[in-house]
């Protein structure tokens, strides 16, 4: 069974460009989430969809971050125009219904 | 305002000893709690946990305790072993939220 894929691995891009980070959660995981670190920085959640729906998008740090879910399958999630701020790892995970989460290898973003 | 702590960034420790990774909470609404592993380049990976009505949680070397009246846990690992070099991140959970701490990074030395 495959697990959380997540593309790029890396992307490097200038202040006010924009990046869209995808995830692939494990087939029939209704759960989604977004966590980002910041290096040295606690594992910080952002928001989590069930099926397609925003269960909880509070930890969204602003406007120029959008995520979405089409059908309920794979997620993207946009940050436009990117900051210097929004340098750091995108997680990605998956689960269903249960409190352990499936995640992915992470999509670190840098911001020149 | 973090509501998971993990005040030790680093820990060393000799292979073949005990290694204890601590954990604080603020939220008393927290019912589960875990840990996960993290190597290099790899996400984490869900290690062991233990639920609020349990104060001790035991899988092979690695242990979790719960002192729900202090908002304190850990994770014991005995013996301790070069492979379990990694970042451990302390986890709680109330609902469908899942809060992390900053991690401790393990290291063992052979």
């Known amino acids: 069974e495959a697990g959380v894929t997540q593309f790029p691995s890396h992307s490097v891009i200038e202040k006010g460009q924009t990046v869209t980070l995808r995830c692939d959660p494990i087939?029939?995981?209704?759960?989604l989430y977004w966590y980002r670190r910041v290096m040295g920085k606690e594992i910080k959640f952002l928001l989590h969809?069930?099926?397609?729906?925003?269960?909880?998008e509070s930890g969204m740090p602003n406007n120029r971050f959008l995520a979405e879910r089409t059908g309920g399958t794979y997620s993207t999630l946009k940050v436009q125009p990117a900051e210097l701020e929004d340098s750091g790892v995108y997680f990605c995970?998956?689960?269903?219904?249960?409190?352990?989460?499936?995640f992915g290898e992470g999509s670190r973003l840098t911001v020149l | 305002d973090q509501q998971v702590k993990q005040n030790s960034p680093s820990l060393s420790v000799q292979e073949g000893r005990i290694s204890i990774l601590n954990c604080d909470y603020t939220?008393?609404?927290?019912?589960?709690f875990l840990w996960y592993k993290k190597y290099p380049a790899e996400g984490p990976t869900f290690l062991i946990s233990?639920?609020?009505?349990?104060d001790k949680n035991e899988d092979g070397r690695f242990t979790v305790f719960l002192n729900k009246s202090a908002k304190h846990l850990s994770l014991h690992i005995v013996p301790s072993q070069p492979g379990d070099s990694a970042v451990y991140f302390c986890?709680?959970?109330?609902?469908?939220?899942?809060?992390f701490g900053a991690g401790t990074r393990l290291f063992v030395k052979a």
């Open positions: 995970a998956s689960s269903q219904g249960g409190r352990e989460l499936f």
């Open positions: 087939s029939g995981h209704d759960n």
């Open positions: 969809f069930v099926k397609e729906s925003k269960q909880d």
């Open positions: 939220n008393s609404m927290f019912d589960y």
């Open positions: 233990i639920s609020s009505i349990k």
């Open positions: 986890a709680a959970t109330g609902g469908f939220k899942t809060i």
